[in-house]
């Protein structure tokens, strides 16, 4: 190629000896497919050979593969009469390619296993319809993709209408054929991911069964141990028989209004119900064992026959409380941390407080009679007013305790220390 430069002092000639650019041609195949091929020029970057492929194909192109399936991502690796696969972003699937020398009654007794052909599928008696790329193409290694991808290799049994017969759930199996149309995980309301989990991993669909093993996980409820709320435990409670045993041991009601609830007989066992509204509360029979109820209101309360071995209490307010049966079932308090409690004007007959801690604690007007005081600690505890007639002290700590009115006499009998 001649090439002419002029200049104000003299005229140059000079020779450009570039070779010009060889025209490349290809042929474009929709991936999975042998048909229907475009032969297009080759030109420009790799992003220019996907917008032509995407125009000549009808598809939007998003990766190029050779024949043995390798992916092409730079202009320069294609050669000049080059065949290649386009796909939309789905893996590169292999394409029965047939001898052109076949006549056509040949093809009409051997159909071309294009990926894109239609098949209808029987699951649990349900009849879905999909192209065979559908079912290869998101998870090639699946079993489906197995089963599929080449033409009566695995057997499928087939019904009179011609359905593949796949003996499954056809409610698990919807969204699992939706994930392979679309790629996105849809569950309608009403379907248990669990079910859902078991059909793909049957299936082998290793992708989708990580993301509904963490759809499930997120659906489970947070480990954080939140409170539980007045709302949600009287929910709870509507919820069960009025003859079924209550389980709440170990739970968080921490803060919770339960106050004038019919808590009788329930099994609150190493709760932790601190700082409650227990407030003219039903606990009859309740088991508090070990329970946390310290700085709770348990005001007017009734605790008949109530289990409260090793509870802690601390700075809680028990006023005006019954803990007398009248079937002659004692409230059990042995062991109990009480320390600053008030417990004034609470009926308490036969109670055991065996080596409970009250030290500090108000039971001002208490009805203690009879009640089991032995090894308990009572220093600086308000006694005045009580009603200690038959009670048990022996071995209990009184230093500083406080006994002014006392309605009936306190023999020294009844402590020793």
């Known amino acids: 190629m001649l ?32 048909r229907n091929g475009k032969v297009v020029a080759v030109y420009g970057t790799i992003v220019d050979l996907l917008s032509v492929a995407s125009s000549k194909l009808g598809i939007r192109a998003s990766n190029i593969y ?4 390798g992916l092409i991502d730079d202009i320069a690796l294609v050669r000049d009469d080059d065949v290649l696969y386009v796909s939309e972003g789905d893996c590169f699937v292999e394409s029965l390619i047939l001898d052109p020398q076949e006549d056509s009654e040949d093809h009409d007794d051997f159909p071309i296993q294009a990926h894109t052909d239609w098949l209808t599928l029987n699951v649990g008696g349900r009849c879905f319809t999909t192209t065979r790329s559908t079912l290869v193409s998101k998870e090639p290694d699946s079993m489906l993709a197995h089963m599929f991808r080449e033409k009566d290799v695995w057997g499928n049994k087939q019904d009179d209408q011609g359905a593949y017969l796949i003996d499954r759930s056809p409610d698990y199996f919807e969204p699992i054929l939706n994930y392979l149309r679309h790629g996105q995980l849809i569950i309608n309301e009403g379907i248990n991911l669990r079910g859902v989990l078991e059909e793909a991993r049957f299936f082998g669909m290793e992708q989708l069964a990580e993301q509904l093993e963490g759809l499930i996980r997120s659906s489970q409820p947070a480990d954080d141990h939140s409170p539980i709320s007045r709302k949600e435990f009287v929910r709870f409670l509507l919820a069960t028989p009025t003859k079924s045993e209550l389980r709440c041991q170990g739970l968080n009601f921490s803060g919770a209004d339960l106050s004038r609830l019919d808590l009788r007989y329930i099994n609150f066992k ?10 003219h509360s039903n606990l009859c029979g309740a088991n508090l064992e070990r329970a946390d109820l310290s700085y709770s209101n348990l005001d007017s309360a009734n605790l008949q026959g109530v ?3 090793c509870t802690n209490a601390e700075g809680a307010t028990l006023k005006g409380c019954n803990f007398e049966d009248p079937a002659g079932i004692k409230a059990n308090l042995e062991g109990a941390n009480l320390k600053g409690v008030d417990m004034e004007g609470s009926q308490m007959t036969g109670i055991n407080l065996r080596v409970a801690t009250l030290k500090n604690a108000k039971l001002k007007n208490c009805n203690l009679r009879g009640a089991t005081l032995a090894g308990t600690d009572l220093e600086n505890c308000d006694l005045s007013g009580c009603d200690l007639q038959e009670a048990n ?7 500083g305790a406080i006994f002014e009115e006392m309605l009936t006499p306190l023999h020294m009998s009844q402590s020793v220390r």
């Open 393 to 399: 002290l022996r071995g209990s700590n009184v230093k």
């Open 307 to 309: 289990k409260m071995l």
């Open 270 to 279: 190493m709760a932790n119900l601190s700082c409650c509204n227990l407030t």
């Open 3 to 34: 090439k002419v430069s002029a200049c104000a002092d003299s005229c140059n000639l000079t020779f450009n000896t570039e070779n010009p650019p060889v025209m490349r041609r290809v042929t474009l195949f929709v991936n999975g497919t042998s």
């Open 66 to 69: 050779n024949g043995k399936g």
